[in-house]
């Protein structure tokens, strides 16, 4: 079974938030969905989760039921502890007793907050109460796991915890879905879909990105055309689309951010909508 958005167009008023954006994810496989603010990565994702109305396009997703969902909120009440969110989303899937109670601590073993079920959410670090949403995402087993941004704004520990718990539920069979801004994350998924304004711009694996990829990305440290660059570090990496870089410039092999931040800038070129 995939699950999938395909062709999916969304409108809020006259802003065009979906373009004809396709995702489909395996069971048992990660997708990272990357892109800046306004890219339409959290449109996409309550679209395939059916918290909103595609304009066009088409969803196949399991029932509601069988789905687990992180928004970018905390995805937890903040006045009720942490086995207390556990166990009313427990109750809301219909988990209880035993099941239930056995459920809930294996999730918080994993995700170190065992020696906390007694603390109220709005009491836990960010890094924290990100791991509790995941938790209570993952409670009922879902088959389908969509996670908005889970690891933004989270210290490097909680971050490394977040991905061993996403691993560990595609490897337990679960398809997961999740948007983030960082593309060293997106490079550990097994599929990547990178949206701009609403578009495309490129989707696949990391190889199959990094493949497609034309043109040539230069390192300066006094660009030539300052719309065509941007800063890596004390430097600034420039890109060339069809064309060689001046001779003063280092050409080097792109990595997964420089594709994404080239192929944005490619976009709003064509369109007229550099800066």
Request: net charge negative.
């Amino acid at each position: 079974m995939t699950y999938a958005v395909r062709s999916a167009v969304v409108r809020f008023g006259d802003t065009l938030a979906l373009d004809d954006v396709t995702l489909e994810v395996e069971p048992g496989s990660v997708v990272a969905v990357v892109g800046g603010d306004g890219a339409g990565k959290t449109t996409l994702l309550r679209g395939l989760v059916g918290r909103i109305r595609l304009e066009h396009g088409e969803v196949d997703a399991p029932s509601a039921h069988q789905i687990g969902y992180l928004p970018a909120t905390a995805g937890s009440w903040p006045a009720l502890t942490v086995a207390q969110n556990m166990d009313f989303v427990g109750g809301v899937y219909g988990l209880s007793g035993t099941t239930l109670s056995a459920r809930r601590d294996e999730l918080l073993r994993r995700a170190a907050l065992l020696d906390v079920v007694d603390r109220p959410a709005s009491q836990l670090s960010g890094g924290m109460r990100r791991k509790l949403g995941f938790a209570m995402a993952m409670l009922h087993d879902p088959q389908l796991l969509v996670l908005d941004e889970p690891s933004t704004g989270v210290d490097p520990v909680s971050r490394i915890d977040l991905w061993r718990l996403v691993s560990e539920a595609a490897a337990a069979g679960a398809a997961v879905v999740m948007s983030t801004t960082y593309l060293d994350e997106a490079e550990r998924a097994a599929t990547l879909l990178a949206l701009d304004d609403g578009r495309m711009l490129a989707s696949g694996t990391r190889a199959d990105v990094l493949r497609s990829f034309d043109g040539v990305v230069a390192r300066t440290t006094s660009p030539h055309r300052r719309d065509w660059a941007w800063r890596r570090g004390r430097e600034f990496h420039e890109y060339w689309p069809g064309e060689a870089a001046p001779r003063d410039a280092t050409t080097l092999v792109p990595d997964l951010e420089d594709v994404v931040i080239a192929l944005s800038l490619l976009r709003r070129h064509r369109h007229g909508l550099a800066s």
